[in-house]
């Protein structure tokens, strides 16, 4: 349990998904996409909140983020329900879920032009497996879901599909 709660802890997932948003964005669209850094927004874009000279010559804002994540039971494991182990398999099969969310505000006024949510599933692995090599497939699906959410999102914004080996969905 240690090693997977490390891997998540480690896995820098926003920032991965926000850099591959921007390089598949970037590719799929041919616009010079940028990064406007963090400065602490929690709250959502109001008029006025961007400075002024992100202001000038931004016209929209996607702010992206990882909602949540986490290793859910799957539907093939023998367990009674969510949280409740059957003493009859000790090592139920496991999931991970991640959930991301994509809003667009125009810059001069923070309104909300769109907003979309993308979720991966990534692949069944009992609970050995998951902490096995310190929890090295919670890792690797880490890393296929940053990519999947973050090629979702970019065909959700910018129009069409892109192929992605992942499971990202509209929720």
Same mark, same amino acid.
């Given at each position: 349990?240690?090693?997977? @709660?490390?891997?998540?802890?480690? %896995? ?14 970037? +590719?799929?669209?041919?616009? %010079? *996409? ?32 990882? @909602? ?51 979720? /991966?599933?990534?692949? !069944?692995?009992? /609970?050995?497996?998951?902490? +096995?090599?310190? +929890? @090295?497939? !919670? ?9 999947? *959410? ?10 069409? %599909? ?10």
């Amino acid at each position: 349990e240690t090693a997977i @709660q490390t891997a998540l802890a480690e %896995s820098n997932l926003e920032e991965a998904l926000r850099d591959r948003f921007l390089k598949i964005g970037r +590719a799929r669209t041919g616009r %010079s *996409l940028v990064l406007i850094p963090d400065r602490g927004w929690t709250a959502p874009v109001k008029a006025g909140t961007f400075p002024p000279k992100i202001s000038r010559g931004v016209d929209t804002v996607v702010e992206l983020g990882v @909602q949540g994540f986490r290793l859910e039971l799957s539907h093939r494991s023998a367990v009674g329900a969510i949280g409740a182990l059957n003493p009859a398999d000790p090592d139920p099969g496991l999931t991970l879920t991640v959930t991301a969310r994509a809003r667009v505000v125009r810059a001069v006024d923070g309104s909300e032009l769109s907003i979309h949510t993308a979720r /991966y599933r990534g692949g !069944v692995r009992r /609970y050995a497996d998951w902490v +096995a090599n310190n +929890a @090295q497939d !919670v890792r690797e699906e880490l890393d296929r879901a940053s990519e999947s *959410l973050a090629a979702d999102i970019v065909a959700r914004l910018f129009g069409g %599909s892109i192929d992605t080996s992942g499971a990202a969905a509209a929720l």
